[in-house]
T-cell receptor, first 112, second 109 residues
Framework: GAGVSQSPSNKVTEKGKDVELRCDPI?????LYWYRQSLGQGLEFLIY????????KSGLPSDRFSAERTGGSVSTLTIQRTQQEDSAVYLC??????????FGPGTRLTVL | RKEVEQDPGPFNVPEGATVAFNCTYS??????FFWYRQDCRKEPKLLMS???SGNEDGRFTAQLNRASQYISLLIRDSKLSDSATYLC??????????FGTGTRLQVFP
């Protein structure tokens, strides 16, 4: 079946602009996660959605970052007033059992 | 101190060799442990969970030492296709995963 999909695959933007990154999880997966991975760094947890519960936003680095998950399915990560240090690969993952996380291919964000 | 620490490598080994990676974690309350594999410019994929008694999956063996807060991954009879970055992952409560920065393995002919 279809895996986790993310769009766009690449995004180049200018400093100060807002960007939206989209994640389509595997159908039926109730848990959805956003991470980012900077060059040569590990995955950094950003935010976690579990069913209808309030999201765990503890990993968001600043108030410029926000995420929504509509209808328990698609999620959008929004970065406002992008900065050069926001450049990274943003990875989305979904899970049905909270043990195995299935990752999407990521969105490579470059802020000029 | 990082929550999950790994030797970044790279480990360069010939085909057929046995190679072991280690990982330490700082939070003694961690409950779940995993090894993920990440190929260059690809997303991470679960390789195997790590159980307290140790577990094996083909050529791969994972061990957990809770007293020392230490996890290991052993790969026997390395293949060229094993070349990747191996991510040590821990979780406090099976939902939020904490990733190490990974150990890079390069298997050469």
């Amino acid at each position: 079946g279809a895996g986790v999909s993310q769009s766009p695959s690449n995004k180049v933007t200018e400093k100060g602009k807002d960007v939206e990154l989209r994640c389509d999880p595997i159908s039926g997966h109730t848990a959805l996660y956003w991470y980012r991975q900077s060059l040569g760094q590990g995955l950094e947890f950003l935010i976690y959605f579990q069913g209808n519960s309030a999201p765990d936003k503890s990993g968001l680095p600043s108030d410029r970052f926000s995420a929504e998950r509509t209808g328990g399915s698609v999620s959008t990560l929004t970065i406002q007033r992008t900065q050069q240090e926001d450049s990274a690969v943003y990875l989305c993952a979904s899970s049905s059992d909270y043990v195995t996380q299935y990752f999407g291919p990521g969105t490579r964000l470059t802020v000029l | 101190r990082k929550e999950v620490e790994q030797d970044p490598g790279p480990f360069n080994v010939p085909e057929g060799a046995t190679v072991a990676f280690n990982c330490t974690y700082s939070n003694s309350a961690s409950q779940s442990f995993f090894w993920y594999r990440q190929d260059c410019r690809k997303e991470p994929k679960l390789l195997m969970s790590v159980y307290s008694s140790g577990n094996e999956d083909g050529r791969f063996t994972a061990q957990l030492n809770r007293a020392s807060q230490y996890i290991s991954l052993l790969i026997r009879d390395s293949k060229l296709s094993d070349s990747a970055t191996y991510l040590c992952v821990v979780s406090l409560n099976t939902d939020k995963l904490i990733f190490g920065t990974g150990t890079r393995l390069q298997v050469f002919p």
